[in-house]
Structures are given as structure tokens and as C-alpha cells.
């Protein structure tokens, strides 16, 4: 990651709540064509979020905990913010001598977008401030949130505004909401949430990507793509419902980073 800043745009994409068993089938299945084309040797790779929520796990993404590997590490972190110690930043780590990496990469010329999904990216309170504030620019409204049925569409509309004005190398954060209950209108006549639904909402994020990655990559830059969950949810499961808590399928998340090179 460290000789790509400067000569790469960055895209980092979370599919908020995405469980990896629903992401892995849907893809075994072919319903998800467009992440087929570009997972590296077509599969998810299976992580651990560091956090069983968004607000929490988005404090520590952007301080460059990405989701970890399952397998025995230490594994090298892509970012990592400089602090005396550290056993996860080696040779090919990206360190920022900042708290978070927006402010990092800002430092190295980058203009820095976030296009908020869920409610801790909605600006109408204080704490729906704190991750958007991290940026330079920021973005939310009711069409990209969890009502929204095309949520993710309405941010890509708002995306090639941005993408039109913007000169120099670009750091774009997108947070699907898609995913994040409610899901059932991806199912028509659901009277409920389930597994079902929160893979037909898949199903609709996967048919909007080639619009993102040609907006992305329509500037004349590559650009490295970091696309992954924050945290799985449960939809009855040992009889949970939702996330926050400590359970298998709320801590492993599907993640996936591949170069797209520049139209």
C-alpha cells in the first residue's frame, strides 16, 4: 500500500452488516456475477471484524484496523497509524502521522469523501457527525439510508456529481446500507427480515457495482478497492436478533482489496 499512495486513487466500500456464510453461498451460487469478476481468485476472503458493530468498527477501519485475517498472524496491516510498538505495520504498510486515515491521507494530497448509509452517518445528530466528520467532504440523506430500497444507487448518482468536480488523487468511503435491516422490500411480499432478504439485498448492491467501478475508474487513475463488512447480523441464531453481540456470525465478515486499473 505504501507505493501506491499518490498514484492511486482509494475506494473503500462497506456492505454494512453483510454476513460472510450469506456473501460466500450467494457467490457459490452465482447470484452476485459482478463481485465473481473481481475477487481475487473469485471468492470472498473470510476475516474477523474488530468490532460486532458499525460505529465501533468503523473507529478502528479507519485507524487502520482492517478486518484480520482468521488465519495465525501477525499479519501486516495496509494502514496503520504511527505509534511506538506496533507488530502489524512491516515494509509495504501505508503509516500516517495522524489520528485517523482520512487526516493521513489528506496530508499527502488526497481529498478525502464520505457518502454515509447507516444512521451513525446521519449529520442530524451529534454522534451521526463523528465518522463524517472524519472527512473533507461528507454526505448523507434519507435516499441513501436503510429505507431506502435503492439506496446505493442514489449515493453512485451522488458520486458522479463528485467525481465531476474533483482534480487530484481521491479517497472515496461508501457505506451500503442495503444489507442492515430493514431488507424484506428486496423480497416482494416479505412480511419479515431473514437470510433470504439480506442475500436478495446483496443481490441488488452486486447489479449497482459496474456503475461504481466505472465512475471510479473514469478519472485516468487506478485505483485500489478495499470492499468488506463491518459485522455479520443474526436472525435468530441461538436466539439473537440484530448484532452487538459476541456470536460467530456477527464477527466474520467477508473482505476482498484488488487494483482497478484506470478506463
Not at 473481481?38 to 482492517?66: C, D, K, M, N, Q
Not at 485517523?100 to 478525502?112: E, K, R, S, V
Not at 432478504?197 to 471510479?216: G, N, Q, T
Not at 452487538?244 to 487494483?259: G, L, S
Amino acid at each position: 500500500m505504501r507505493d501506491l499512495i499518490g498514484s492511486h486513487d482509494l475506494l473503500f466500500v462497506t456492505l454494512d452488516t453483510l454476513r460472510y456464510d450469506v456473501a460466500a453461498e450467494c457467490l457459490e451460487q452465482g447470484r452476485t456475477p459482478q463481485l465473481a469478476k473481481v475477487l481475487p481468485g473469485g471468492s470472498w476472503e473470510r476475516r474477523h471484524t474488530p468490532a460486532s458493530f458499525t460505529y465501533a468498527a468503523h473507529h478502528a477501519f479507519f485507524a487502520g484496523f482492517l478486518p484480520t485475517p482468521v488465519t495465525p498472524g501477525p499479519h501486516e496491516r495496509m494502514f496503520a497509524a504511527r505509534f511506538g510498538g506496533s507488530e502489524t505495520s512491516g515494509p509495504g504498510t501505508y503509516v500516517f502521522d495522524a489520528p485517523d486515515l482520512p487526516a493521513g491521507i489528506t496530508a499527502d494530497g488526497y481529498h478525502t469523501v464520505c457518502l454515509g448509509g447507516v444512521g451513525f452517518f446521519n449529520p442530524a445528530t451529534p454522534l451521526g457527525r463523528v465518522l463524517p466528520g472524519l472527512f473533507a467532504e461528507a454526505h448523507w440523506e434519507p435516499a441513501f439510508g436503510v429505507t431506502a430500497p435503492d439506496c446505493f444507487g442514489a449515493q453512485l448518482d451522488r458520486l458522479e456529481l463528485i467525481i465531476g468536480r474533483t482534480r487530484g488523487p481521491l479517497f472515496t468511503f461508501v457505506n451500503v446500507a442495503a444489507m442492515h435491516q430493514p431488507n424484506r422490500h428486496y423480497v416482494p411480499g416479505a412480511g419479515q427480515d431473514d437470510r433470504d432478504s439480506h442475500a436478495a439485498a446483496l443481490e441488488y448492491v452486486d447489479s449497482r457495482l459496474p456503475r461504481l467501478f466505472d465512475l471510479v475508474t473514469s478519472r485516468g487513475r487506478p485505483c485500489q478497492v478495499i470492499i468488506c463488512s463491518d459485522h455479520g447480523t443474526l436472525y435468530g441464531e441461538d436466539g439473537h436478533i440484530g448484532h452487538r453481540v459476541a456470536h460467530e456470525a456477527v464477527w466474520t465478515v467477508p473482505y476482498a482489496d484488488f487494483i482497478l486499473e484506470a478506463q
